[in-house]
T-cell receptor, first 113, second 111 residues
Framework: EAGVAQSPRYKIIEKRQSVAFWCNPISGHATLYWYQQILGQGPKLLIQ????????DSQLPKDRFSAERLKGVDSTLKIQPAKLEDSAVYLC???????????FGQGTRLTVV | AQTVTQSQPEMSVQEAETVTLSCTYD???????LFWYKQPPSRQMILVIR??????QNATENRFSVNFQKAAKSFSLKISDSQLGDAAMYFCAYAGNQFYFGTGTSLTVIP
């Protein structure tokens, strides 16, 4: 079974630029999560999708972050414009149903300079 | 809102010894799951063990076991016969309607 795919693995941008991350979940997994993990901290949930609908985006900074999951499969997370404090690893995870664990991609390390 | 607390930022253990990592959580939900994930420097989150809240029996997976105290909302991880490969960040996670993580415990294994 293929795992959760994320790209790119690394990205360096200047502040005020825009960036996009892509995630392809495990086939058949209805739930998809985006997390932000700042160095030395635990993952912080940014947004949760159930199929192509948003379940929870309460911690997503909506003035600069956006996410979509067209057709309920892969997803993109965008930051525009980026700030220095956005430097972090962005993790994507997917889950089959409510009583199973979440499976994670390898993450995208974003550095904003 | 659900919260997950890991009060031990760092722990160390001698190789072959036993170590226990602590986790407490707060929730008003009755149906939920708890997990321990391991995150090595590669950043890949790896599931270590999971516990269904409706089960009284503590989960075990080889050298890993949990002590789940539902009334106290406590979910600790015990690693027996620690190995050098166990060194990593360990995150406790709560899964109900959302999926939340604690702040993590960095485990060092001393040869």
């Amino acid at each position: 079974e293929a795992g959760v795919a994320q790209s790119p693995r690394y990205k360096i941008i200047e502040k005020r630029q825009s960036v996009a991350f892509w995630c392809n979940p495990i086939s058949g997994h209805a739930t998809l999560y985006w997390y932000q993990q700042i160095l030395g901290q635990g993952p912080k949930l940014l947004i949760q999708f159930q199929n192509n609908g948003v379940v929870d985006d309460s911690q997503l900074p909506k003035d600069r972050f956006s996410a979509e999951r067209l057709k309920g499969v892969d997803s993109t997370l965008k930051i525009q414009p980026a700030k220095l404090e956005d430097s972090a690893v962005y993790l994507c995870a997917s889950r089959y149903q409510g009583n199973t664990e979440a499976f994670f991609g390898q993450g995208t390390r974003l550095t904003v300079v | 809102a659900q919260t997950v607390t890991q009060s031990q930022p760092e722990m160390s253990v001698q190789e072959a010894e036993t170590v226990t990592l602590s986790c407490t959580y707060d929730t008003s939900e009755s149906d939920y799951y708890l997990f321990w994930y391991k995150q090595p420097p590669s950043r890949q989150m790896i599931l270590v063990i999971r516990q269904e809240a409706y089960k009284q029996q503590n989960a075990t997976e080889n050298r890993f076991s949990v002590n789940f105290q539902k009334a106290a909302k406590s979910f600790s991880l015990k690693i027996s016969d620690s190995q050098l490969g166990d060194a990593a960040m360990y995150f406790c996670a709560y899964a109900g309607n959302q999926f939340y993580f604690g702040t993590g415990t960095s485990l060092t294994v001393i040869p």
